[in-house]
């Protein structure tokens, strides 16, 4: 019996062992592959820090760059960021860092569709046709980038750290990543305006002259809107005429204007406008809104144009 005891007890202890061997083997396991997450993440964040040095240091400071270069170099910079969502996509990720994967593909999707629209966006405000429509959209994709850079900085690396510091792992803590600089202006359409000026051969650096537009008046189905609020019958789709004056020296072509009424944007667009003259575009609401809603109406600055403040107006308007 005793014999027979000290077997079962050896052989208990063994058992203890083993278990013991193989759940440590199981727990390195695992920590290695956090560890192995955090590094590529790192190293995805590292080589995005460089694309956004090489796209904001070009947009600051051309340096004598064309039309073509520019925009092929900022293709370039579109592709590499492109490259990074699809390793995002493709990262494995451990158990524990689902919820910090999720934040960081939706992080990468956002980067990535806001590079593709700006370097679409790019010929067109190098251009001279639209110009202003396109910097307004370019500006748009820079609130973008802004609002993955706080995606990243709220949710995914404290995510990330606290998993790595929970499973006892330390010195692997994923870095800050903030593709769009501390230098807010990039989020003004005057900044992108301007910085594309300086671009070799684009119309917006050939933009002499005085060039201003301003937001002159607006009306609802032929009702004028002011300080005071106003009542319109919404039987049918109403149509707002925004009138916009040329306070500049030279012919004004494709003035973008955007209205914004109970959460819906809404463009259009002004053909052409002669020095001195003002032209009137009629844009459709629709959906048609309902009830009291605040009406903004924003006119898109020209290249050239060094004052916005009198391009854009709000107004109270009860849909009856």
């Known amino acids: 019996m005793l014999r027979r005891a000290l077997a079962l007890g050896g052989g208990l202890i063994a058992l203890i062992l083993l278990v013991?061997?193989?759940?440590?083997?199981?727990?390195a396991r695992a920590n290695r592959a956090?560890?192995?997450?955090a590094e590529d993440v790192g190293q995805i964040v590292a080589e995005t820090e460089q694309t956004s040095k090489d796209f904001f240091g070009k947009l600051g400071d051309p340096g004598g760059l064309s039309v073509t270069e520019f925009t092929a170099e900022v293709n370039a910079d579109r592709s590499a960021m492109d490259?990074?969502?699809s390793r995002i996509d493709g990262l494995d990720a451990p158990g524990d860092m689902s919820r910090a994967q999720t934040a960081l593909e939706l992080t990468?999707?956002?980067?990535?569709s806001a590079m593709t629209e700006i370097a679409e966006k790019l010929p067109t405000a190098l251009g001279d046709a639209g110009a202003?429509?396109?910097v307004a959209g370019i500006a748009r994709q820079m609130r973008k980038l802004l609002a993955a850079d706080a995606l990243y900085g709220t949710v995914v690396r404290p995510e990330i750290n606290n998993v790595l510091a929970a499973n006892g792992i330390e010195g692997k803590d994923v870095p800050e990543s903030e593709f769009l600089p501390e230098d807010t202006k990039w989020l003004e359409e005057d900044a992108v305006a301007a910085a594309l000026g300086t671009v070799s051969g684009s119309s917006a650096a050939d933009a002499s002259g005085l060039h201003g537009t301003e937001l002159t008046g607006v009306a609802v189905n032929g009702t004028e809107l002011g300080e005071e609020a106003v009542s319109i019958a919404a039987e049918e789709t109403p149509e707002v005429e925004v009138e916009v004056e040329n306070q500049g020296e030279s012919t004004e072509e494709n003035i973008g204007v955007t209205i914004s009424?109970?959460?819906t944007e809404i463009e259009g667009t002004?053909?052409?406008v002669e020095p001195g003259e003002t032209a009137v575009v009629s844009i459709p609401l629709t959906p048609a809104p309902e009830g009291e809603v605040t009406l903004e109406v924003k006119v898109d600055t020209v290249p050239g144009e060094e004052v916005a403040e009198n391009n854009e107006e709000s107004?109270?308007?009860v849909f009856e």
């Open 20 to 27: 013991l061997a193989v759940k440590g083997c199981l727990d």
């Open 34 to 37: 956090l560890e192995d997450y």
């Open 83 to 85: 490259n990074y969502a």
């Open 108 to 112: 990468y999707d956002l980067r990535s």
């Open 132 to 134: 202003a429509k396109a």
């Open 261 to 263: 009424a109970g959460g």
């Open 270 to 272: 002004v053909e052409a």
């Open 315 to 317: 107004f109270t308007v």
